[in-house]
């Protein structure tokens, strides 16, 4: 298996590292070539096109930041979909509109290969501890197949969302909504605490060792509590752009999300006046 | 150490109970007389008013509905404060403003009396399980002299947050309000994953396995995916009522929280117009 891997940012670039460790041979391609060297110097072979790439492998992943990158890479004359090999398949990690993956996945099986879903929750650390979680959703010979691939890519688990090409974004989207959503509630408690004079430290391990006893609580409550918004491990840019995703998909299907549209305000709002930030300090816009 | 206890609901007996297992001596009083029986059946002495039980017992606990209840209970001519004997302590679980723990004590205070807040964590099924959490705050010496009360009473966890009064009930406002948060971005994530096709059991069983294994999501999420939102456990009514509290707090702290004025808006809706409901419905107001 020759696997190409697109998109070497911060959480692409240690998963292609797991990859290679496992003992994979690994294409890269990034549009920024420079973020190559990092792979190669591992034993990675840098491909200077993405059709180029397309020549030498029969699986390529994607892990680009957006629906527009994605399709970027993706459609048009020296896109993956025109110039895959016949029976080779594309894997996307990317947060994007379940849609996209729906058009996406047409246009490869018009053209002979193959599309799988395979979103993923974890941050840069999570991903070079190896903690990651995979969501797939596709075709079923197709996720079976790929399941070891994934779990060497870091995946601690791969959780198998079925047939639907649609389904493993959506459960992403939802994740990544309820995650914003917990940043939003710590951040409104702790400032709120912090001004009723509580030792929020003291607080957050309470809450951490008790009814939040859970990896999302426990990192972000830490980050929060320390207001360690800077360097941004997951920016504000990133949080709204999911944010976005999740409001598109909600109005595809007709469901009002007031939480949702609660904190897209609260992003916009903050990227607007404290640039720069990690996502997790949504509340902050409380009080601006 | 004989030991009184006021306010038998749903979570008050299981708690009046754990602490009659444990072998302690209980007396109960309560407004609705009929429901000491379950407690005196197991050997509890029920007491005709309060006033009586401040003549009987060095200790009392109570566990009632709001600030209200408290303090119709704790002042006036028939009171607590002004019937406890010299040195008896006021043990007060409900969950109240930070500022009525303020004035109760300083009026225990005042009349040789002590007040501690020790509100809780934990739903009446926790209790019988004797998995609550405690929160305690108020004077050292109480602090530590009541651990083991609070241990009897099915404490898991006695969680001391120092001598500031107003702390534990800050902290149990902060909390109740990141559930009522949880609940709502549960409700709009299921209701949207519904509306797209999403197996919501196995999405909730794949999250409550991996970011969002905390008790709070793996209890409320199965709650919410399964729509049983009757009996409430919980009730809308409580929920509202904690939530008004937490904008209490931030009003009287300066802090503005934005989600908290969310859910006391979809509260009130569905009280209006869904009565009855468990308060994990809380983002059904977005349908509404």
């Given at each position: 298996?020759?696997?190409?891997?697109?998109?070497?940012?911060?959480?692409?670039?240690?998963?292609?590292?797991?990859?290679?460790?496992?003992?994979?041979?690994?294409?890269?391609?990034?549009?920024?070539?420079?973020?190559?060297?990092?792979?190669?110097?591992?034993?990675?072979?840098?491909?200077?096109?993405?059709?180029?790439?397309?020549?030498?492998?029969?699986?390529?992943?994607?892990?680009?930041?957006?629906?527009?990158?994605?399709?970027?890479?993706?459609?048009?004359?020296?896109?993956?979909?025109?110039n895959m090999q016949k029976g080779?398949?594309?894997?996307?990690?990317?947060?994007?509109?379940?849609?996209?993956?729906?058009?996406?996945?047409?246009?490869?099986?018009?053209?002979?290969?193959?599309?799988?879903?395979?979103?993923?929750?974890?941050?840069?650390?999570?991903?070079?501890?190896?903690?990651?979680?995979?969501?797939?959703?596709?075709?079923?010979?197709?996720?079976?197949?790929?399941?070891?691939?994934?779990?060497?890519?870091?995946?601690?688990?791969?959780?198998?969302?079925?047939?639907?090409?649609?389904?493993?974004?959506?459960?992403?989207?939802?994740?990544?909504?309820?995650?914003?959503?917990?940043?939003?509630?710590?951040?409104?408690?702790?400032?709120?605490?912090?001004?009723?004079?509580?030792?929020?430290?003291?607080?957050?391990?309470?809450?951490?060792?008790?009814?939040?006893?859970?990896?999302?609580?426990?990192?972000?409550?830490?980050?929060?509590?320390?207001?360690?918004?800077?360097?941004?491990?997951?920016?504000?840019?990133?949080?709204?752009?999911?944010?976005?995703?999740?409001?598109?998909?909600?109005?595809?299907?007709?469901?009002?999300?007031?939480?949702?549209?609660?904190?897209?305000?609260?992003?916009?709002?903050?990227?607007?006046?404290?640039?720069?930030?990690?996502?997790?300090?949504?509340?902050?816009?409380?009080?601006?």
């Amino acid at each position: 298996m020759k696997i190409g891997f697109i998109g070497l940012g911060n959480l692409g670039t240690p998963i292609a590292e797991n990859i290679i460790e496992k003992g994979n041979q690994l294409f890269v391609y990034n549009r920024t070539a420079s973020k190559t060297k990092a792979l190669t110097d591992k034993g990675a072979t840098a491909i200077a096109t993405v059709k180029e790439l397309t020549t030498t492998c029969d699986v390529i992943i994607t892990m680009v930041s957006d629906d527009k990158a994605l399709k970027s890479i993706s459609e048009g004359p020296d896109g993956l979909i025109q110039n895959m090999q016949k029976g080779a398949v594309h894997i996307s990690m990317s947060t994007i509109l379940p849609l996209t993956a729906e058009e996406l996945s047409k246009q490869h099986t018009d053209n002979g290969s193959h599309y799988l879903a395979s979103p993923v929750f974890g941050r840069p650390e999570a991903a070079r501890a190896r903690k990651l979680n995979f969501v797939v959703s596709g075709e079923a010979t197709l996720r079976q197949r790929f399941e070891q691939l994934l779990k060497d890519a870091g995946g601690a688990g791969v959780w198998d969302f079925g047939d639907a090409i649609t389904a493993a974004n959506t459960i992403k989207l939802c994740g990544n909504f309820m995650i914003a959503a917990a940043l939003e509630a710590i951040g409104e408690s702790v400032a709120m605490a912090s001004k009723s004079n509580i030792d929020t430290q003291k607080m957050w391990s309470f809450f951490s060792q008790t009814i939040f006893n859970s990896p999302i609580y426990n990192n972000y409550g830490n980050i929060i509590v320390n207001q360690q918004f800077t360097p941004a491990a997951f920016s504000m840019q990133l949080g709204l752009k999911d944010v976005n995703l999740v409001l598109s998909q909600a109005q595809h299907v007709q469901q009002n999300m007031p939480l949702a549209s609660l904190l897209q305000q609260h992003m916009q709002q903050l990227i607007e006046k404290k640039p720069g930030l990690d996502w997790s300090a949504v509340a902050l816009a409380a009080d601006l």
